[in-house]
């Protein structure tokens, strides 16, 4: 299935695993991907994901040019047909850390933008090629990526194809850290680690505030949290937080 889960405790590793096609995704792939997503937002014992591709060339290169069209009527084969996207928004509800640990290209980038954080190895390169050869990002590229590094990026990056260095999508934030790629897996896992520790409903509900929020105005954005605030005001958790910061120890969330 070219898709392989792992993890322990409280964190699920993803793995794109096709690295000698560099993780591209087949139909088939896309697929088991959303499964896996899929599965691990259901996953009461899994509180954060890290999504990472195979092998040091590549996390993702984009959809699988050199395979031929899906035939029959499985599920492939009508994901083929469909007029949907390459990628999609699963509305997920627990965080997601891309270990971008090559290059991110296409739709590999767009994978990378569906994601919470971004952290990458310092071979990583990023583009968005599409008009190179005919077409377009169409799987949230054109709409995502200029809401993180603004407008003029997003232009310049989606009408040249240029690619650029890990450095460089530090630099327009779209990348919070660049660590050497030895060190990759073990920042972005420490990082799953460290969330995953926290209470549960308070890192769901910051997350939703956080992406549904920057697409608001103020006001509405303000409403939002306070709306989710409320929510979490009485739980179980943030009980047991205030708890433990006042007899200072560790607390022991349950996500209720």
Do not use: Y
Request: proline share 4%; hydrophobic share 45%.
């Amino acid at each position: 299935m070219n898709i392989s889960v792992s993890g322990s405790g409280f964190v699920s590793i993803i793995t794109l695993d096709r690295a000698d096609a560099r993780n591209a995704l087949s139909l088939d792939m896309r697929v088991s991907l959303e499964a896996a997503l899929l599965a691990f937002d259901a996953d009461t014992t899994k509180r954060v994901a890290v999504l990472i591709g195979s092998g040091d060339k590549a996390f993702c290169a984009g959809a699988d040019l050199t395979a031929p069209p899906a035939a029959g009527s499985g599920p492939a084969a009508q994901l083929d047909r469909s007029n949907r996207s390459l990628v999609r928004d699963l509305n997920l509800t627990k965080p997601v850390i891309a270990a971008i640990n090559g290059m991110a290209l296409g739709g590999g980038l767009e994978l990378a933008l569906l994601c919470d954080i971004r952290i990458a190895a310092k071979n990583a390169t990023f583009a968005l090629p599409e008009v190179k050869i005919g077409s377009m990002p169409g799987s949230g590229g054109t709409q995502r990526l200029s809401r993180i590094v603004g407008l003029g990026r997003a232009m310049h990056l989606a009408l040249s194809g240029d690619r650029i260095s890990a450095e460089e999508a530090l630099q327009m934030g779209l990348v919070s850290q660049v660590v050497e790629p030895a060190d990759l897996m073990a920042t972005a896992t420490q990082l799953a680690e460290r969330i995953a520790e926290n209470a549960p409903l308070s890192v769901q509900m910051t997350r939703k505030a956080i992406r549904e929020g920057a697409d608001l105005p103020l006001a509405q954005g303000l409403a939002l949290e306070r709306t989710l605030f409320t929510i979490i005001r009485d739980t179980q958790d943030r009980a047991e937080g205030r708890q433990a910061f006042r007899e200072k120890r560790k607390p022991d969330f349950k996500g209720r």
